[in-house]
């Protein structure tokens, strides 16, 4: 159980385009939703936390225009970044918890994420 | 200071022996604790949760929480060439805003053949 999937898994685009990145809740329903980068060796950074039916949060010096979140379902939230420069290139990682009710409803489990490459 | 801290390593332990991984947190009301694994170039995978004080088991892995002295510790037994990767230590803390986890940054584990 408690399975969370990202598409597409790797993804190259030309500087200026669109990118979005699917995170989907597979066994459960994810009231909450996580957005996370990484970039090489060093350690994740929260983008912003994702809920069900309202606006996404983001962490300070995340620019909300740029990257637009939908948390559209239960099960279902997308990352948009929005013309994507080469700074952007980065490994994207969606979380889920399990949300109230549920035994371990604190825990967050990852999806297997998304490496961008802005050429 | 850094909410979540974790020595970067690398931790190099001989295939067989006990790894030790410690970690400490600021935020004195915290409840949940975390460890995760993280393969280079992979995401992070749940390792197991500690929520009282004292030593929780699930195979080769043990993790302790001490919340007077505000660390956490994973031991992993037996290492294995496999158990080499980056390991993650996350705290909610009291009342964190959305449910967010602090991450430390990380201890990468070097298991040697």
């Known amino acids: 159980g408690a399975v969370v999937s990202q598409h597409p898994s790797r993804v190259i685009c030309k500087s200026g385009t669109s990118v979005k990145i699917e995170c989907r809740s597979l066994d459960f329903q994810a009231t909450t939703m996580f957005w996370y980068r990484q970039f090489p060796k060093k350690s994740l950074m929260l983008m912003a936390t994702s809920n069900e039916g309202s606006k996404a949060t983001y962490e300070q010096g995340v620019e909300k225009d740029k990257f637009l979140i939908n948390h559209a379902s239960l099960t279902l939230s997308t990352l948009t970044v929005t013309s994507a420069h080469p700074e952007d290139s980065s490994f994207y990682i969606c979380?889920?918890?399990?949300?109230?009710?549920?035994?371990?409803?604190?825990?967050?489990?990852f999806g297997p994420g998304t490496r961008l490459t802005v050429l | 200071q850094k909410e979540v801290e974790q020595n970067s390593g690398p931790l190099s332990v001989p295939e067989g022996a006990i790894a030790s991984l410690n970690c400490t947190y600021s935020?004195?009301?915290?409840?949940?604790f975390f460890w995760y694994r993280q393969y280079s170039g992979k995401s992070p995978e749940l390792i197991m949760s500690i929520y009282s004080n004292g030593d929780k088991e699930d195979g080769r892995f043990t993790a302790q929480l001490n919340k007077a002295s505000q660390y956490v510790s994973l031991l992993i037994r037996d290492s294995q060439p496999s158990d080499s990767a980056t390991y993650l230590c996350a705290v909610e803390p009291l009342g964190a805003a959305g449910n967010k986890l602090t991450f430390g940054g990380g201890t990468r584990v070097l298991v040697k053949p």
């Open positions: 935020d004195r009301g915290s409840q949940s």
């Open positions: 979380s889920a918890r399990l949300g109230a009710g549920a035994v371990s409803a604190d825990t967050q489990y």
